[in-house]
Nanobody, 112 residues
Framework: QVRLLESGGGLVRPGGSLRLSCLAS????????MAWYRQGPGKERELVAT???????NYADSVKGRFTISRDNAKNTVYLQMNSLKPEDTALYYC??????WGQGTQVTVSS
């Protein structure tokens, strides 16, 4: 059974930072492309960042230069380091594995 468990969300002030984690089980993590998505209030779910099994990364234009996706294959975990957070980054952030499996999400709220 595939399971993706996100953590690290919370309330942060504009300009602040958070690091999200996604612990994967039930898949061959080291061979899996991993991704972070988000869905803000009243918005469509959007792709934020991806990382392939070889470590290649891609980012949405809205987060380039502020967010960094990384992975630790020994820990079956993918991370999303989010810096210089803005109110428009407020969303439920989801982890996705192999373009198939979804986690339950972790809430990020950016507000003063």
């Amino acid at each position: 059974q595939v399971r993706l468990l996100e953590s690290g969300g919370g309330l942060v002030r504009p300009g602040g930072s958070l690091r999200l984690s996604c612990l994967a089980s039930g898949i061959n993590f080291s061979t899996s492309t991993m991704a972070w998505y988000r869905q803000g209030p009243g918005k469509e779910r959007e792709l934020v960042a991806t990382i392939t099994n070889s470590g290649s990364t891609n980012y949405a234009d809205s987060v380039k230069g502020r967010f960094t996706i990384s992975r630790d294959n020994a820990k079956n975990t993918v991370y999303l380091q989010m810096n210089s957070l803005k109110p428009e980054d407020t969303a439920l952030y989801y982890c996705r594995a192999r373009w198939m499996y979804w986690g339950q999400g972790t809430q990020v709220t950016v507000s003063s």
